[in-house]
């Protein structure tokens, strides 16, 4: 079986209108925006980069996990407001995971999970091939483990 995996970005289409957006109308979508004062600690969904201090993000609600079974799931995400989606190689890690401790859920292509992990990012990659060795696994999502928000998508390649 390939394990050649494909990391996978937000597209930045459904976050852009946030950044005209008042305070208020912001707080009416359950969105802030903020200033990054650390870094890492504001990692950017769509470019999958940590933002940079001093840079303006958004925090919003996400439906991360869109499908008709009992996983759906939604959560925080930031957004960088010059975020280009991120472009990746076939089998590329960004370091946004590399540093990161990494809630890794597999789920089967009716959208039920089939395993989960709890990893450090630097072995990442290992994980994903050992999940994509089960053929039941049509993809994985990955959440920061400490406050379990979404990070991205992987899929088969």
Same mark, same amino acid.
């Given at each position: ?8 970005? +937000?597209?930045? /289409? &459904? ?11 912001? !707080? =009416?979508? $359950?969105? #802030?925006? +903020?200033?990054? /004062? &650390? ?11 940590? !933002? =940079?201090? $001093?840079? #303006? ?22 957004? #960088? ?77």
């Amino acid at each position: 079986m390939n394990s050649d995996f494909q990391v996978v970005a +937000l597209a930045p /289409d &459904a976050f852009g209108h946030f950044f005209s957006m008042s305070e208020t109308e912001l !707080a =009416a979508h $359950g969105a #802030r925006r +903020l200033t990054v /004062d &650390a870094n890492p600690g504001y990692p950017c969904r769509i470019s999958l980069i940590d !933002a =940079a201090i $001093g840079e #303006r993000v958004i925090l919003a609600p996400f439906k991360h996990h869109d499908v008709d079974s009992p996983y759906q799931a939604s959560g925080p995400i930031f957004v #960088r407001e010059t975020a280009a989606q991120a472009q990746l190689a076939v089998n590329e890690i960004p370091l946004l995971l590399q540093h990161r401790r990494l809630s890794v859920r597999a789920y089967d292509k009716a959208g039920m999970m089939k395993a989960s992990r709890v990893i450090e990012g630097t072995t990442l990659q290992q994980a994903i091939i050992e999940l994509f060795g089960d053929a039941k696994i049509s993809y994985l999502h990955l959440h920061n483990a400490g406050p379990c928000c979404f990070n991205c998508a992987v899929q088969r390649a």
